[in-house]
């Protein structure tokens, strides 16, 4: 472990970085640690509102460190506001270094999602009890 916080959040998407997901410098592509992390916010949100939920937005995200070919990508997941067809979700990216136990956070960011009926209509969340 690095110096920085721990990971905040449940592990929801575990993943290897692969030579087919680098850019042109031979980093892993900015746009495929998003699609992770879209992934593990829609994996929890359907959990936590018991159905369907669409990705609407996207709040600043900053790439803090590159992630590598065979780097281990986890993502976490935490609930930082339910509204009542809404959610925010608060995803952190992190990266077990190749070969080592070093893990850095890479990037963070506030995911909303829509909670939607079968015909994509939004839909109430239901209140846990």
Same mark, same amino acid.
Request: charged share 20%; aromatic share 6%; net charge neutral.
């Given at each position: 472990m690095t110096s920085q916080t721990l990971p905040h959040g449940e592990l929801t998407v575990r993943c290897i970085a692969m030579p *087919? =997901? !680098?850019n042109a410098n031979g980093d892993i592509f900015g746009g495929w640690v998003m699609s992770m992390m =879209?992934? *593990?916010g829609g994996i929890f949100g359907v959990h936590k509102t018991k159905g369907r939920v669409v990705t609407v937005k996207v709040d600043a995200m900053t790439f803090i460190r590159p992630v590598a070919v065979g780097d281990v990508l986890s993502v976490y997941a935490a609930v930082e506001s339910i509204g009542r067809t809404s959610m925010k979700i608060h995803l952190e990216a992190w990266a077990t270094r190749f070969r080592t136990d070093l893990q850095e956070k890479v990037t963070d960011a506030t995911f !909303?999602?829509?909670a939607v009926d079968d015909h994509g209509k939004p839909r109430l969340i239901p209140r846990e009890s």
């Amino acid at each position: 472990m690095t110096s920085q916080t721990l990971p905040h959040g449940e592990l929801t998407v575990r993943c290897i970085a692969m030579p *087919a =997901d !680098t850019n042109a410098n031979g980093d892993i592509f900015g746009g495929w640690v998003m699609s992770m992390m =879209d992934q *593990a916010g829609g994996i929890f949100g359907v959990h936590k509102t018991k159905g369907r939920v669409v990705t609407v937005k996207v709040d600043a995200m900053t790439f803090i460190r590159p992630v590598a070919v065979g780097d281990v990508l986890s993502v976490y997941a935490a609930v930082e506001s339910i509204g009542r067809t809404s959610m925010k979700i608060h995803l952190e990216a992190w990266a077990t270094r190749f070969r080592t136990d070093l893990q850095e956070k890479v990037t963070d960011a506030t995911f !909303t999602f829509v909670a939607v009926d079968d015909h994509g209509k939004p839909r109430l969340i239901p209140r846990e009890s």
